[in-house]
């Protein structure tokens, strides 16, 4: 067993400051989201999740795949809708809204997909596409709406003759550029763009980045970016939330997480994204508790007792085999779920 080392099981500490002009567009308290999965068990796919994501913020979401970003980003959404828990919009509770309700919020929150292919009808012209929701959503006059899509056109740096075009006589550059365009169409508050650039080639994924980024500040948009690419989340987003097994095991600051990683999850994710970086999966530095995960992630029907990482985890005491680490806020902007967070 490892030497004992200081734990930390005060209740949960306030969250740390945040900058004087800090204002939550998105908060989430404590929602879950459980699916079945037959026999009486249940998919534990989002277990507990809170969450603020300030006005002009982008909020980078991480972690393997299963982990629960995809199915928190439809709860957001109310694409499914939540067991438990609270989800606010701009001051708004969102939660448990009638269709009508939802039908108005949706324009303020829109989605951006990863693969761009998928994201049309490949039997309908793109002009067509581009119009519906603009008539959904009740403008019904066809000049207006044609003013609206060649504006958001312009802003993606398309010409106006791509709606003529069906979805296979395009590249994957130019409709992915076409799904942000048909996002932006309602103008919204709120993107969640889900691996955004992972399905494109990498000289056409720099080009889509900036595009957000420029957008984003163009529109006073709000984002949240759920990547596996740790270098476009860097590049990208203001803070960092690390998710596994269906909770939030860490949030900071980008560069506060990248530089001082505080849950060992976090730290062997970016060992191994380091490792890939450089071509060499057995890079790390001393810094580095671990660069590899011991086995497969738990099953989310059965998730382990205590700390869902104890499994994998090279500090894992006995503690961390029964008592579930608090979310804490150890003085600062810098939350984490680990008994030994200062090891």
Not at 12 to 32: C, I, S, W
Not at 72 to 101: F, Y
Not at 184 to 203: N, V
Not at 273 to 292: C, F
Request: aromatic share 4%.
């Amino acid at each position: 067993m490892s030497t004992p080392v200081t734990i930390h099981t005060a209740e949960v500490a306030a969250p740390g400051k945040r900058p004087a002009t800090y204002q939550p567009l998105l908060t989430l308290d404590r929602v879950v989201k459980h699916f079945p999965a037959g026999r009486g068990k249940r998919v534990h796919s989002v277990d507990g999740v809170s969450l603020e994501v300030g006005k002009g913020e982008v909020l980078g979401l991480v972690g393997e795949s299963g982990c629960g970003k995809s199915t928190l980003a439809r709860t957001i959404l109310q694409a499914v809708t939540a067991d438990s828990g609270h989800i606010t919009l701009d001051g708004q509770q969102i939660t448990g809204l009638k269709a009508r309700d939802l039908k108005a919020l949706r324009r303020t929150m829109q989605f951006v997909f990863q693969d761009p292919y998928g994201a049309f009808d490949p039997k309908m012209r793109l002009g067509t596409s581009l119009h519906a929701p603009l008539r959904h959503h009740g403008m019904k006059d066809q000049a207006e709406r044609a003013a609206r899509i060649a504006e958001m056109l312009a802003k993606v740096g398309l010409e106006e003759d791509m709606l003529e075009r069906f979805p296979r006589e395009c590249s994957g550059g130019q409709l992915q550029r076409l799904v942000i365009a048909r996002a932006l169409l309602l103008k919204p508050k709120f993107l969640i763009c889900d691996e955004p650039t992972s399905a494109l080639d990498a000289s056409i994924r720099a080009q889509i980045l900036n595009l957000l980024v420029a957008l984003k500040d163009q529109l006073d948009l709000t984002l949240v970016l759920i990547s596996h690419d740790l270098r476009v989340v860097r590049y990208l987003c203001d803070r960092v939330a690390v998710m596994y097994l269906g909770q939030i095991v860490e949030e900071a600051p980008r560069e506060e997480l990248f530089t001082n990683p505080r849950h060992p999850y976090t730290r062997v994710l970016l060992a191994a994204s380091l490792a890939e970086e450089q071509h060499d999966p057995a890079h790390h530095t001393e810094a580095d508790l671990v660069t590899r995960l011991k086995g497969e992630p738990p099953s989310p029907i059965d998730p382990p007792p205590g700390c869902r990482f104890h499994p994998r985890c090279p500090l894992a005491q006995d503690l961390c085999h029964t008592t579930t680490p608090p979310l804490a806020w150890p003085g600062d902007d810098h939350s984490t779920t680990c008994h030994f967070w200062d090891r």
